[in-house]
């Protein structure tokens, strides 16, 4: 039961390099997002998927593209890394059983120099 | 604009004494609010929720408490354990256009000594 798998773990990109973060779920949901953690920022929520063939934006849309072609699949995009764009990048899924929380994956360290 | 406000960067205690861990919000249109932990290097994980006709909620040793008047929630583990050492995250649930959006705290970091 793997959950939620984020590939890949760590990435140091060159500014202006493009990159796609993948993220796999196995449990049939159908919502999906993805945070980025900064220090002393929390999570923020960059772009979200309600099902299958569906985005929306959320906080912080800017510079990231994302996919979700097949339901189990929430891609995200970054045409243009920037250093601004150094972070953590978490993925989730959930239910819409808002008692329950949605499900992490463990994250894709990504530096842009 | 901080919808949801975790002041306390850090805390703090003893092995088998109460952690409390404090969070604020501004939003009354939150309607569920949720804690999640996190360890080093892994992602968030679900602990307790609490819906917002509720004022509280247990799962173990875990407890969490809503004032909807001081719009305040917090977090009890009684004992504490080294193996609650994590940060911990405060997130508040709102619906919007039909799909749920989780806005996150800043996090506490707990440090339960031995």
């Known amino acids: 039961n793997a959950g939620v798998t984020q590939t890949p773990k760590f990435r140091v990109l060159k500014t202006g390099q493009s990159m796609t973060l993948l993220c796999a779920q196995d449990?049939?949901?159908?919502?999906m997002y993805w945070y980025r953690q900064d220090p002393g920022m929390g999570l923020r929520l960059i772009h979200y998927?309600?099902?299958?063939?569906?985005?929306a934006k959320g906080e912080v849309p800017d510079g990231y593209n994302v996919s979700r072609l097949k339901k189990q699949n929430f891609l995200l995009g970054l045409e243009s890394a920037a250093p601004s764009q150094t972070s953590v990048y978490f993925c989730?899924?959930?239910?819409?059983?808002?008692?329950?929380?949605?499900?992490f994956g463990s994250g894709t360290r990504l530096t842009v120099v | 604009d901080q919808q949801v406000k975790q002041n306390s960067p850090s805390l703090s205690v003893q092995e088998g004494r109460i952690s409390i861990l404090n969070c604020d919000y501004t939003?009354?249109?939150?309607?569920?609010f949720l804690w999640y932990k996190k360890y080093p290097a892994e992602g968030p994980t679900f602990l307790i929720s609490?819906?917002?006709?509720?004022d509280k909620n247990e799962d173990g040793r875990f407890t969490v408490f809503l004032n909807k008047s001081a719009k305040h929630l917090s977090l009890h583990i009684v004992p504490s354990q080294p193996g609650d050492s994590a940060v911990y995250f405060c997130?508040?649930?709102?619906?919007?256009?039909?799909?749920?959006?989780?806005?996150f705290g800043k996090g506490t970091k707990l440090t339960v000594n031995p």
């Open positions: 989730a899924s959930s239910y819409q059983d808002r008692a329950t929380g949605y499900t």
């Open positions: 449990m049939n949901h159908e919502y």
């Open positions: 998927s309600v099902g299958e063939g569906t985005t």
């Open positions: 939003n009354s249109m939150f309607d569920y």
């Open positions: 609490i819906s917002s006709i509720k």
């Open positions: 997130a508040a649930s709102i619906t919007q256009g039909g799909s749920e959006k989780l806005v």
